[in-house]
């Protein structure tokens, strides 16, 4: 009985050294991880001064393993030092990007403020949103007056429409070109409207410069990086949209291709990307809108037609938009949507802009 107890009461002891052994063993791990993390960061930097942007190194990795296994004496297998250490090179990885991603310009850190993008009145980034609208297409004389007008009767100081279109098919209606921008913006400043409108490449933003006050960059040009970098070369604002089938990171990276080129005025644009769901035109992805406000100190917009491709879900989107923390909303108005150029489903018309606007007008305010 006396002896089964001090058998126990050993027992117990040898269990407090073992453990005390091994939170001291722990503890000497933890000190080592953090050591090699330290280091890991270090080699990170010499690559990035080195201008590597990509830090993963396969073959690196591959060669310590094999020299890690080499020296294993055990009583680990080979195979569960090689998953341990895996998940060691995965950490290192990982403080390696995100040292590089907090060094970039678009990132949201202590010291930068908001970005704010003020053309005359309008202030995007600031407390209150803004409406960008207008036709997907400019059109006519009489279409861009239509809707200038509209535009002014509802309270909305920024006018979009596209001159040069990036059209599906090379045989649909490809947009009036310079001559109609210049249209466009001659009748847009009589009603003292800002003008937002899309270029595709290079050539057409040197031309279309003087005649315009946002350059737009569209979801098919958002990886067109010599673009990028033409539009980071001048000084308007640029509106940039996501790509149907970009990460959030490849959208950071797209509007660090401006940033680093000079121009600091970016506005960011969701507009839905491409999943198998086919009752939208494509999936609004509502999650970018605080991620992107968390990641970056740009203003972000969100524009409901081309992500939703349907009138009837456009007023719980953009409010959804604006309860998630956007700066705006983009949304295309046309005189008569039946007979327009290019999206003619999904554009509103005046009755229904005005009822959007109604309906809106309070989210907007808060
Ligand atoms: C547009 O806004 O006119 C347009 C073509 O949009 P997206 O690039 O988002 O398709
Ligand atoms: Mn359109």
Not at 43 to 70: C, M, Y
Not at 231 to 247: C, D, I, N, Y
Not at 309 to 337: F, Q, S, T, Y
């Amino acid at each position: 009985m006396i002896e089964s107890l001090k058998g126990k009461v050993n027992s117990v002891e040898t269990l407090a050294q073992l453990r005390t052994e091994i939170d001291q063993i722990s503890l000497e791990i933890l000190h080592l991880l953090n050591k090699r993390a330290e280091v890991a960061k270090k080699i990170g930097e010499v690559k990035s001064q080195a201008g590597t942007t990509n830090k993963f190194d396969p073959v690196r990795e591959q060669q310590l393993l094999l020299w890690l296994v080499e020296q294993n004496e055990g009583p680990l297998n080979d195979e569960t030092v090689i998953q341990i250490f895996k998940e060691i090179f995965k950490v290192a990885l990982s403080i390696q990007e995100q040292d590089q991603e907090n060094k970039l310009l678009v990132t949201r850190n202590e010291t930068t403020p908001d970005t704010i993008v003020q053309i005359g009145e309008v202030i995007f980034g600031g407390e209150t949103p803004v409406m960008i609208a207008g036709p997907c297409a400019i059109e006519s004389e009489q279409q861009v007056r239509l809707v200038a007008k509209e535009l002014v009767k509802q309270g909305v100081h920024v006018m979009r429409g596209g001159a040069y279109k990036p059209r599906t098919s090379p045989y649909d209606f490809q947009g009036l070109g310079l001559d109609g921008l210049k249209m466009f913006y001659r009748i847009a400043k009589e009603y003292d409207l800002v003008v937002v409108t899309e270029i595709m490449d290079e050539l057409s933003l040197q031309e279309a410069l003087p005649y315009l006050d946002i350059v737009q960059i569209g979801t098919r040009n958002m990886q067109n990086f010599s673009l990028l970098k033409a539009a980071g070369q001048q000084e308007k604002p640029v509106l940039l949209k996501r790509g149907m089938s970009a990460t959030v990171e490849e959208w950071m990276y797209a509007a660090e291709y401006i940033m680093a080129q000079g121009n600091k005025q970016v506005i960011l644009c969701e507009r839905g990307i491409r999943t198998y769901e086919n009752a939208t035109r494509n999936t609004l992805d509502i999650s970018a809108v605080p991620l992107m406000k968390q990641k970056t100190h740009l203003p972000i917009f969100v524009d409901v037609t081309h992500a939703a491709g349907r009138k009837d879900i456009m007023l719980p989107l953009a409010k959804a938009a604006i309860a998630a923390g956007a700066n705006g909303i983009m949304i295309e108005v046309h005189p008569l949507p039946s007979t327009a150029l290019s999206d003619a489903q999904q554009q509103l018309d005046f009755d229904e802009f005005g009822q959007f606007m109604l309906n809106i007008e309070n989210v907007l305010k808060q």
